[in-house]
T-cell receptor, first 113, second 111 residues
Framework: NAGVTQTPKFQVLKTGQSMTLQCAQDMNHNSMYWYRQDPGMGLRLIYYSASEGTTDKGEVPNGYNVSRLNKREFSLRLESAAPSQTSVYFC????????????FGDGTRLSIL | GNSVTQMEGPVTLSEEAFLTINCTYTATGYPSLFWYVQYPGEGLQLLLKATKADDKGSNKGFEATYRKETTSFHLEKGSVQVSDSAVYFCALTDRDDKIIFGKGTRLHILP
């Protein structure tokens, strides 16, 4: 059972470069999420997709874009990376309904030099 | 708005000690409450949940009771093990299907 798969696991970028973080889930979940995790800050929601075809901003959307490609896949794009975007990025998914738990991938560790 | 506050860490205990990690919340309506655990190098995993007042969630020897009167959801375990060393996150979900996390409490268990 794969669950939520994130690629890549590690990435180093130079300031100004762009990249896309990929996320796929095989649990037929409707909702998908992107978070960043920084020391002392817990998890902060970047963007989410409540269902296929919809996306909404979370707490810290600036500098990011997302695409809900289909029900399985939800990608996060950094158009022009900045050192402040150095973080660990987690994708998660959940079935419909506000009391359903979220399932997380293992994260992408991103460093911007 | 909704929020979750959990005790600052790190918490360091000896093996077989009793564990309490405090969590309080503010919310409109009736949120569902969760504890997630994150082991080193991994993503978060659901540990337990409670969906209404007075519910008790339990898993792997951990327990937490949804206390509406005190707006709390404290995590407890009677006898911790070295393998319980991890970061623990309290969280709630609101009606918009988003989840709000506390900042996490790092737990170290000494053999």
């Amino acid at each position: 059972n794969a669950g939520v798969t994130q690629t890549p696991k590690f990435q180093v970028l130079k300031t100004g470069q762009s990249m896309t973080l990929q996320c796929a889930q095989d649990m037929n979940h409707n909702s998908m999420y992107w978070y960043r995790q920084d020391p002392g800050m817990g998890l902060r929601l970047i963007y989410y997709s409540a269902s296929e075809g919809t996306t909404d901003k979370g707490e810290v959307p600036n500098g990011y874009n997302v695409s809900r490609l289909n029900k399985r896949e939800f990608s996060l794009r950094l158009e022009s990376a900045a050192p402040s975007q150095t973080s660990v990025y987690f994708c998660a998914s959940s079935s419909q309904g506000f009391n359903q738990p979220q399932h997380f991938g293992d994260g992408t560790r991103l460093s911007i030099l | 708005g909704n929020s979750v506050t959990q005790m600052e860490g790190p918490v360091t205990l000896s093996e077989e000690a009793f564990l309490t990690i405090n969590c309080t919340y503010t919310a409109t309506g009736y949120p569902s409450l969760f504890w997630y655990v994150q082991y080193p190098g991994e993503g978060l995993q659901l540990l337990l949940k409670a969906t209404k007042a007075d519910d008790k969630g339990s898993n792997k020897g951990f327990e937490a009771t949804y206390r509406k009167e005190t707006t709390s959801f404290h995590l407890e375990k009677g006898s911790v093990q070295v393998s319980d060393s991890a970061v623990y996150f309290c969280a709630l979900t609101d009606r918009d299907d988003k989840i709000i996390f506390g900042k996490g409490t790092r737990l170290h268990i000494l053999p």
